[in-house]
């Protein structure tokens, strides 16, 4: 029931994303201003990724997501660390990989504090760099994903443009809670 959604309303300090523990609730892009360590930006918030789906409503969604990845400078790759890597992270990653594009993988569902859990190394297999444990429930994890944001996101210009907004989407499979 946590994922995507509850990782940017907790970010953007709103409820604006709908949680809820059905796939396809979220469909288009949706938008948040956020801000860490004097740095803002925009967070966008996709419904995710169906790599293999003949389903209008999930060929929409990945559509959404496609663009999301297309306008965002750094790209939130969410999982859910009980389900382990799936043949649909591993498709995604490949996908996020061809963007060139920095990629912070996120393990949600770490709801533990200590220790990581062991499940965390199997995501090294996807090929995108060390995960970071979170637990959107709980809001554990949240700030070290931040900082990785914040270390990847490009010099902000003194600009009110749109266009020169910093745009961070969070990518993962629908429903990833």
């Known amino acids: 029931m946590y994922g995507k959604s509850s990782f940017f309303n907790y ?8 949680v809820e523990d059905t796939p396809g609730v979220t469909r288009d892009r949706i938008y948040g201003d956020a801000s860490w360590r004097d740095k803002e930006f925009t967070l966008i918030d996709t419904g ?12 929409g969604m990945r559509e959404q997501a496609n663009i999301a990845i297309e306008i965002a400078d750094v790209i939130l790759f969410m999982t859910d660390i009980r389900d382990g890597v799936t043949s649909i992270d591993m498709d995604i990653a ?12 996120v393990c949600n569902k770490a709801d533990k504090t200590g ?14 760099g060390e995960p970071s444990p979170i637990s959107a429930a709980n809001a554990l994890g949240i700030g070290d994903v931040l900082d990785r944001i914040y270390d ?8 009110s443009d749109d266009e020169d907004v910093i745009k961070v989407a969070i990518i993962g499979k629908p429903n990833v809670r």
């Open 115 to 128: 220790e990581p859990p062991a499940e965390l190394y199997e995501f090294y297999n996807l090929g995108l």
């Open 94 to 105: 490949v996908m996020l990989k061809k963007s060139k594009k920095p990629v912070i993988l």
């Open 48 to 59: 995710g990724i169906e790599t293999k789906t003949d389903d209008v409503i999930l060929s």
């Open 11 to 18: 970010v953007i300090g709103q409820r604006i994303s709908i």
């Open 152 to 159: 990847a996101l490009p010099e902000q210009k003194e600009s």
